[in-house]
């Protein structure tokens, strides 16, 4: 069974760009949580997506944003990306909110 | 959700076992403990979780108190490749089981 999968693996942007990443949930599973870990600290959650919809946002600006699509799959946009918001972000996926979370491995964005 | 307090480092001997402490003193009666690992910037690893009777998967044995306020992970034959971040989590589920991460227990483990 394929685990949870992220694109891309590095991404660098300049600041003030957007940043897309692109996360797939393992097959069945219907929900989906992002996490930023920035350098140094620990993860903090960001989003969580289930049947389409976002249903809790964690304490971050609504530059940051994303949606869910048909096939569960999820995206993360970074609007007017500041120095900052470098970081690991990493997807999870559930088959509902009362299962585990597999995390996959991270999308590394640089800003500079 | 509850909060965990953890052991900032830990040290083991390869082939011994190794006990992660965890302190939810003030979990509630609906969550569950978790335990995760992060090898160094890698995405955490499930490794157990559990409510109320201990677990025990091909990872690893959870231990949790009778009132619930403590719980122990162990690692029964601890490798090089066991040497990692732990993290212990509570959560019930509701809203969406975001998780709050702490900074989680540098277990190292040496040769």
């Known amino acids: 069974e394929a685990g949870v999968t992220q694109s891309p693996t590095h991404l660098i942007k300049t600041r003030g760009q957007q940043a897309t990443l692109r996360c797939s949930p393992i097959?069945?599973?219907?929900?989906v949580y992002w996490y930023q870990q920035a350098l140094g600290l620990g993860l903090q959650f960001l989003l969580w997506?289930?049947?389409?919809?976002?249903?809790n946002r964690g304490n971050f600006p609504p530059r940051f944003s994303g949606r869910q699509f048909p096939n569960y799959s999820s995206e993360l946009n970074v609007n007017a990306l500041e120095l900052e918001d470098s970081a690991l972000y990493l997807c999870?996926?559930?088959?509902?909110?009362?299962?585990?979370?597999?995390f996959g491995p991270g999308t590394r964005l640089t800003v500079t | 959700d509850a909060k965990t307090t953890q052991p900032p480092s830990m040290d083991c001997a390869e082939g011994r076992a190794a006990n992660l402490p965890c302190n939810h003193s003030?979990?509630?009666?609906?969550?569950?403990v978790y335990w995760y690992r992060q090898i160094h910037s890698q995405g955490p690893q499930y490794i157990i979780h559990?409510?109320?009777n201990n677990e025990t998967n091909e990872m690893a044995s959870l231990i949790i108190t009778e009132d619930r306020k403590s719980s122990t992970l162990i690692l029964p034959h601890a490798t090089l490749r066991d040497t990692a971040v732990y993290y212990c989590?509570?959560?019930?589920?509701?809203?969406?089981?975001?998780?709050?991460f702490g900074p989680g227990t540098r277990l190292s483990v040496l040769p």
């Open positions: 097959s069945g599973h219907t929900s």
């Open positions: 999870a996926s559930n088959r509902g909110q009362q299962y585990e979370q597999y």
């Open positions: 003030t979990i509630s009666g609906n969550e569950y």
């Open positions: 997506y289930d049947e389409g919809e976002e249903r």
């Open positions: 989590i509570v959560s019930s589920g509701n809203y969406g089981q975001n998780f709050v």
């Open positions: 559990g409510l109320k």
